[in-house]
């Protein structure tokens, strides 16, 4: 399963990228906010950084226009992908773009004929937001089931992009089901490391050699 990381922080990107955990990047209107940064500029810096794709998403709500946005956006970097809203406008968009040969992901999925959708309008990604749908107490992780069932019943080669991930327990489970990518904010991935019994047996490893006198340096 690849991971994305779902912001536009560069100095997290980076410390995540570092350690070879980066295998794309996810950004939205309200992270370019979070950032304080310019669009253009800050999409052109993690583009430098990572190698794997990078979502910059349009911010139009025609066709047209998002097509024409689209169009400026794949200029800033080989690696972007181009992110459009589940819309009618942006399932059109999607059709032209990919026809063009470049990657679209399509966003803001929250049903199984959204993603039917998407993948028949030549999307590289579709985007379920699993903890939006669980914020309004809809199962996203079942939602993440049924278009992996789907895509595999009529071999779609559309790539699962579990987005509006919040838990570790979501990575676990998308893992579990079969999706392709998950994208996740830096804490939520770094959180993975984390045990209680990995930190008890640590800690107990450490009184115990502490005891011995030894050390290694
Ligand atoms: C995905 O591409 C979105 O940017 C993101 O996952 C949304 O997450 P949120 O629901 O936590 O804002």
Known sequence: ???????????????????????????????????????????????????????????????????AEGRKLVKIAPNITVKVPLTWDGLQACKTLSGEGHKVNVTLCFSTNQALLAAKAGATFISPFVGRLDDVNIDGLELIEDIRTV???????????AASIRTVNHITQCALIGADVITAPPAVIKSMASHPLTDKGLAAFLADIEKTGQKIL
């Open 1 to 67: 399963m690849k991971f994305f990381v779902d912001t536009a922080d560069i100095a997290q990107i980076k410390e995540l990228n570092d350690l070879g955990m980066v295998d794309g990047v996810t950004t939205n209107p309200s992270l370019i906010m979070k950032s304080g940064r310019d669009i253009l500029e800050v999409t052109k810096e993690i583009c430098d950084l990572v190698e794997g794709p990078v979502s910059a998403e349009v911010t139009a709500t025609d066709a047209q226009t998002m097509i």
């Open 151 to 161: 895509y595999d019943n009529y071999g779609f080669e559309t790539e699962i992009l």
